[in-house]
């Protein structure tokens, strides 16, 4: 497999099409990424940031950094989210470059704790995440896992 990592404000080009990919995966609105996205590109501030695996000018996966998503614990940030590997390419070690170059990326910005909320249990352990402790997400009525990952 033959690809590579880029962040968004490298290939600011790939801003609508990264958008819509996003909003593809995880039905949040496309204008919530465009607009997450747009503050990006500015680069006033390490966060939000977002990063994409290209393979052949095709995205196949990818992942943002944002302050909060969506749960109730706002001391916890930033957070990784949107984490998503294109099914045909799953189990070959794209989401694990991908939160290894977000997190260097992140450090490189002097931030050196990032926070990610999932369902997974013992996904995120291979690549150094620990789980930190339970939050209550927007609008779930289950807790979920926030995992904490220091540089």
Known sequence: MNYQIIRLTDSPELKDQAAQWFHEKWNI??????????????????????????????????LGVIENDFHNRKDLTPNVCAVYTEQDRRCSGIAGALLNYACTDMKGHGIDT??????????????????FCMVQGDGEPELSRMYIHKS
């Open 29 to 62: 609105p496309l204008a919530a990424y465009l607009e997450s996205m747009e503050a990006c590109l500015t680069g006033r501030f390490p966060v939000p940031q977002w990063y994409l695996a290209i393979e052949n000018n095709r995205i196949i996966g990818g």
């Open 114 to 131: 990032l926070y990610l909320l999932t369902d997974h249990t013992s996904f995120y352990e291979r690549y150094g995440w620990e789980f």
